[in-house]
């Protein structure tokens, strides 16, 4: 069931003719349509291109996921050997020039080092954007596969001055989640991290994706979209907040060692805690999802299998109850990745940038669809600051 509230429209005359006062934070506001991804009417379900993605993160590999978000369908054998063979060859093919430019980035959080890289590439393969299928394509590809390099390229060189070369020979997510750790991953923990980054793809007109669009309409680069994009999916409210469950949890765990009480229950005096405090619990709520956000199911099948995953999920669970019971709010799926990537042993602040290795793939679809039907986004504003003021000079003005 909905609990969507109503939506809150005013019209009133503006200057150029009827203005629509729309709900703060654009809430249940639909600026255009999209065949990509969305929420059923009764906001239970994402959907991905038609399927179900619950259906296609239990399914799907890596590829197909990406090639179903580019072209809209999935691949026959031909076609998912070719973006396979393209994704693999491009993730090896990270300009030397870009690593060099990333030792000169001070170590600060890794998120930075994807809009840097990002930008790089942009310079560096296309500084004459075009808006042909075939180049449109092929970028968004680069995107995709040389984005999770740029970030563990950056980590590693801003704490030990060397990283992991990439190893076209393995799977992309096997690979990535390689050049994370620095070890290899056996064939669970790679089939988890590729459930994730499927998990992760798209969402709607989230903030980033929205983000990515608008930057879009102005038809400047992809590059640059996406670059954008991942400056917006760096805020706790959206996909910072996988980083900041994990605090919490790590946090909560290490005061329930020192009182001696185990972390399942002790997790519900903590939360109180907060609540009573104001502080936001990181990895719950959600702009769409009242009631359950089906991504964390299918995270949880992979918890369960991990280390300490029935334990984790006891704490997951009760720390649901009473969010449920207090504010009614349920957990999304950063809350589910938090300890997901704990597990596999991802480090903390690498939490939001695998996000985007995921999201990356939403971003370039959603660029591609928005340049070929485009309208520059620009919204007007209702100005209520003052009006009538009138210039004076300095020495006029600043007397005292
Ligand atoms: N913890 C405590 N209270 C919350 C939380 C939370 N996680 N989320 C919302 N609320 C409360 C707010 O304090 C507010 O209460 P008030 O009306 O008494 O002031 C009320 O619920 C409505 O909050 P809004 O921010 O207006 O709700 P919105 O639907 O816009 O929020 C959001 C969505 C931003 C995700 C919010 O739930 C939140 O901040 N969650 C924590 C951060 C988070 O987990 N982000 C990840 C989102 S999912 C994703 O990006 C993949």
């Given amino acids: 069931m909905s609990r969507r509230p109503e939506v809150r429209c005013v019209e009133e005359e503006g200057p150029l003719g009827k203005l629509i006062i729309v709900p703060k934070g654009l809430e249940n506001v639909v600026p255009d349509t999209t065949a990509i991804s969305g929420v059923d009417p009764k906001g239970e379900h994402t959907i991905y291109r038609g399927y179900l993605i619950t259906d296609l993160a239990e399914n799907a590999n890596f590829y197909e996921a990406a090639y179903l978000f580019l072209y809209g369908q999935l691949p026959c054998e031909d076609e998912l050997r070719e973006i396979k063979r393209k994704i693999d060859t491009y993730r090896a093919q990270v300009p030397e020039k870009l690593f060099d430019a990333l030792k000169l980035v001070p170590a600060t959080h890794p998120m930075y080092y994807g809009s840097f890289g990002v930008l790089f590439l942009g310079q560096y393969y296309a500084p004459e954007w075009r ?4 180049f449109l394509y092929d970028h968004a ?19 030990h001055g060397t990283f992991i070369r990439p190893d076209p020979g393995l799977d992309h997510p096997r690979d990535v989640l390689r050049m994370i750790t620095g070890r290899t991953p056996s064939d669970l923990a790679a089939r988890a991290f590729e459930v994730s980054l499927i998990l992760y793809m ?12 608008v930057i879009g309409s102005t038809l400047s680069d992809m590059y640059s979209a996406v670059a954008g994009g991942i400056g917006a999916l760096k805020g706790p409210l959206h996909g910072g907040a996988n980083e900041k469950a994990i605090e919490m949890l790590l946090d909560a765990k290490r005061r329930a060692e020192e009182l001696g009480k185990p972390l399942e229950e002790y997790i519900e005096e903590y939360i109180l805690e907060k609540l009573k405090r104001k502080e936001r619990i990181m990895g719950f709520g959600h702009r769409i999802y009242k009631i359950h956000d089906p991504r964390t199911d299918v995270a949880a099948k992979y918890i369960r299998q991990l280390k300490d995953g029935e334990w984790w999920l006891k704490v997951l669970k009760r720390a649901e109850e009473v969010m449920w019971r207090e504010k009614r709010l349920p957990a999304n799926i950063d809350f589910y990745t938090a300890v997901l990537y704990y597990q596999l042993g991802i480090p903390v602040p690498m939490y939001t940038p695998v996000f985007a290795m995921g999201r990356v793939v939403g971003w370039t679809a959603h660029y591609i669809e928005q340049v070929k039907n485009n309208r520059l986004i620009r919204p007007t504003e209702k100005y209520v600051g003052p009006t009538g003021l009138k210039y004076r000079p300095i020495e006029e003005r600043c007397r005292r």
């Fill in 141 to 159: 590809l680069r995107l995709i596969a040389q984005l999770p390099v740029i970030f563990a390229a950056g980590w590693h060189l801003s704490r």
């Fill in 202 to 213: 798209d969402h709607g007109f989230n903030a980033s994706t929205f983000t990515v669009r």
């Fill in 131 to 134: 808006f042909d299928d075939d």
